[in-house]
């Protein structure tokens, strides 16, 4: 990004975020999301050159011009995308999350997100996985419903989420593939000790999430996740909506 962009954009308190997880429908090309249940905070969505998507809580309504208009069933974008305060503004771009902001979309605010729109700076893939929502698993997880978590013992990252994974582990079906199959930290979870997943996955690090549902991969997530809990539980929602 522009040295003069990124200035901006601090000036207006935005903040640098990460690679998008797969499944919502917004990895690929340019998005705005704006998250929000006060309709008036994206009035200026006609402005932004690209897809503007209103992410309003269940149950709320509401049509704004040059806007999709989006029920966030169980808060999953929002646990997602760790909205806490509201408005909240996310630029996505090319399969990552550019910037954001807890500012209402106005006309300043949307010209400011076209100029990170049209940044010629190119974001390339930092992995390449071979698997992606829609692929159908083989093998034993041909049925499976559930987490899939890459997990090992000893990353700092990973040990970030252990609370988070162990109450997982009680409530939810979670597969993790670790190092460490035999070692008696989370016993609540079934562990899975097979590295070549890994590989057969593309998954480059730990703790990594894949969503599974009925043999079908849902939703992919790399890296560490600050609020894996409610994230995960709003897929478990989501689909038990389908089931």
């Known amino acids: 990004m522009k040295r003069w962009i990124a200035a901006a954009f601090a000036a207006t308190g935005l903040a640098l975020a990460q690679v998008v997880p797969w499944g919502l429908g917004v990895e690929r090309g340019k998005a705005v999301l704006v998250f929000t249940s006060n309709c008036a905070d994206a009035a200026a969505a006609p402005q932004v050159k690209a897809r503007v998507v209103l992410v309003l809580p269940e149950g709320r309504r509401c049509q704004v011009g040059?806007?999709?208009?989006?029920?966030?069933?169980?808060?999953?974008w929002r646990a997602t995308f760790y909205v806490g305060r509201e408005p909240r503004v996310v630029v996505l771009k090319e399969g990552h999350q550019i910037v954001a902001t807890t500012k209402p979309l106005t006309p300043e605010l949307a010209n400011a997100v076209n100029q990170v729109l049209e940044d010629d700076q190119r974001y390339a893939p930092r992995f390449a996985l071979k698997i992606r929502p829609g692929y159908r698993l083989a093998g034993d997880?041909?049925?499976?419903?559930?987490?899939?978590?890459?997990?090992?013992?000893?990353?700092?990252?990973?040990?970030?989420?252990?609370?988070?994974?162990?109450?997982?582990?009680?409530?939810?079906?979670?597969?993790?593939?670790?190092?460490?199959?035999?070692?008696p930290e989370l016993p609540e979870c079934t562990r899975r000790g097979d590295w070549q997943l890994y590989h057969d996955w593309g998954i480059p690090m730990a703790p990594s999430h894949v969503w599974v549902e009925e043999g079908v991969v849902k939703w992919i997530d790399i890296g560490h996740r600050p609020k894996a809990y409610e994230a995960i539980t709003g897929l478990w929602e989501r689909g038990s909506e389908r089931r």
């Open 66 to 76: 040059g806007a999709e208009v989006f029920q966030d069933s169980g808060g999953l």
């Open 141 to 183: 997880l041909a049925g499976y419903t559930g987490l899939v978590v890459f997990w090992k013992e000893g990353c700092p990252w990973c040990e970030k989420e252990r609370d988070d994974l162990a109450r997982l582990c009680r409530e939810l079906p979670v597969l993790l593939v670790s190092n460490t199959p035999g070692k």
